[in-house]
């Protein structure tokens, strides 16, 4: 079993829009996580460098989290994942999932920092509550008459 250790070298968050403009109500976030590299440190360790980017439309800021993810392991899951590099697959999942959620987590404390929208998803309701929420809100509308 893989084991990703995640190290942050470099975070930097910058504001295009200043503090008395008001914001956009639509604002589209893209993500991107880029590993950049697998460096074999040792038969049962790896190194990779990766550069984790937020990009908001319209252009209000930019976050940008840098670091390296430790990738320990036995000897046969470093190599096969060494090959696999070479052959330009993408990075196991443990990499990926390791680097997003450490890095998701400073992105949003930035964002905080600098007063711009967190770089989430859009919190909806499942379509269950979504359609019990719509019925509720036809009944009230219609009109009711009481003698």
Do not use: C
């Amino acid at each position: 079993m893989l084991r990703v250790t995640v190290q942050i070298t470099s975070l930097t968050g910058e504001r295009f829009w200043g503090q008395e403009s008001q914001l956009s109500p639509q604002v589209q976030i893209a993500v991107n996580i880029n590993v950049v590299g697998l460096d074999l440190k040792n038969e049962s360790t790896a190194d990779a460098p990766f550069v984790f980017t937020v990009n908001y439309n319209p252009s209000i800021a930019q976050l940008s989290v840098k670091g390296r993810a430790q990738v320990s392991g036995e000897k046969e899951e470093i190599s096969k994942m060494m090959d696999e590099h070479k052959q330009n697959r993408p990075p196991p999942v443990a990499i990926i999932q390791a680097v997003s959620s450490i890095a998701m987590a400073e992105a949003i404390l930035l964002s905080r920092s600098l007063g711009i929208p967190p770089p989430l998803p859009p919190m909806g309701l499942p379509p269950e509550q979504m359609q019990a929420q719509q019925q509720q809100a036809q009944k009230k509308s219609e009109p009711r008459y009481t003698t």
